[in-house]
């Protein structure tokens, strides 16, 4: 098992903050199949105001490049991340639509 932990902007309104935490009370079917044929097997968001973390534990042979492929070849995921694309800010110093970045792990506890 891999782990990865992401992080994302909102913009900073509201009503865009308030839309994108709808939109995930209700993911459609084919989505959740395309983050499980990714090779994600759990996959969390949290927020904080306008800030996102994204939390993935993927099969050991998942790739981010196999997954964005995927991806590129699913029409239902093209939509779906053009419509959250409304809701979404670059992160300070990204180039532009970029939209999750990859955080470097520096330190872990296993009691």
């Known amino acids: 098992m891999q782990r990865f932990l992401l992080i994302c902007d909102l913009k900073d309104e509201p009503e865009a903050i308030q839309a994108y935490v709808e939109c995930h009370q209700a993911v459609a079917p084919e989505i959740l199949e395309s983050i499980r044929v990714a090779g994600i097997s759990s996959m969390s968001i949290y927020r904080w105001r306008n800030r996102l973390s994204m939390i993935l534990e ?9 997954k964005a492929a995927l991806d590129y070849a699913n029409h239902k995921v093209q939509e779906w991340e053009a419509f959250l694309g409304q809701f979404q800010t670059n992160l300070p110093g990204t180039p532009p639509n970029w939209r999750w970045a990859l955080c470097e792990p520096i330190f872990e506890f296993k009691g």
Do not use: I, Q, V
């Open 58 to 66: 993927t099969e050991d042979d998942f790739s981010f490049e196999k």
